[in-house]
């Protein structure tokens, strides 16, 4: 059966039951016979998973020193190094030995890719306590007090109200079982049965149309 560059990369950590070790950051001395940097870009480009997990293997020590630089957070680093190499794979075609080397590449996609994702942190962290500091233990609850707060008009409850209920219901799932029971997105993830990435996604998704909502219905006041 062949295995994906996805299998590859999840099999790092599931080798005989125990993490894997990690391998050191910083950059080692070829094995006699090793196929270069450029040797694998070019084989990840022709679609060899293989030269995936070789490459791994090689740079992933950097790369995650280089994201924890900017995350500080194990969990969420290791995560963040799986899409990584992920997206090594989905853009590899986009690499050309003329513009530079490999590892220089890899670096600024990783170092791009760990701003990014501090950033929606950052933005999801600020919304979430917005959210939070509006949040009882129900959403009905959530909804009232919100409205008499910061709404004078009764009538609003019912269109707040729609907004929340107009979710699709994987996201609202996820936004009640985040702010109403108090999960975290792993617990969310392990509690669906759905991938960690998934619910983060969900997550983004409906704080976002959350907060359109809101914002289209304080305007139309």
Do not use: C
């Not at 099999?11 to 894997?20: Q, S, V, Y």
């Not at 910061?150 to 929340?164: G, N, P, S, Y």
């Amino acid at each position: 059966m062949n295995r994906g560059p996805k299998d590859i990369l999840n099999l790092d950590n599931e080798a005989d039951g125990e993490a894997k070790p990690r391998p050191p950051a910083t950059v080692s001395e070829l094995e006699p016979g090793a196929p270069s940097d450029l040797d694998l870009m070019l084989a990840i480009q022709a679609e060899n998973p293989d030269a995936l997990s070789q490459l791994y293997d090689r740079y992933s020590g950097i790369l995650k020193a280089l994201i924890l630089r900017v995350i500080h957070n194990e969990a969420e680093a290791d995560d963040l190094l799986q899409e990584i190499f992920m997206e090594i794979w989905n853009q590899a075609k986009n690499f050309s030995a003329q513009k530079g080397k490999p590892l220089g590449w890899m670096v600024t996609l990783a170092r791009r890719r760990a701003i990014d994702g501090l950033r929606k942190k950052q933005a999801y962290a600020r919304a979430g306590e917005r959210l939070q500091a509006e949040t009882e233990l129900q959403p009905e609850t959530w909804v009232q007090n919100a409205t008499e707060r910061e709404i004078d008009f009764a009538d609003t409850r019912v269109l707040v109200r729609e907004v929340i209920n107009s979710l699709p219901p994987a996201q609202k799932q996820a936004i009640e079982l985040a702010f109403f029971r108090g999960m975290s997105q792993r617990e969310i993830a392990a509690n669906t049965n759905t991938p960690l990435g998934t619910v983060k996604t969900r997550l983004e998704l409906g704080l976002k149309k959350i907060y359109d909502g809101l914002k289209e219905l304080r305007h139309e006041l």
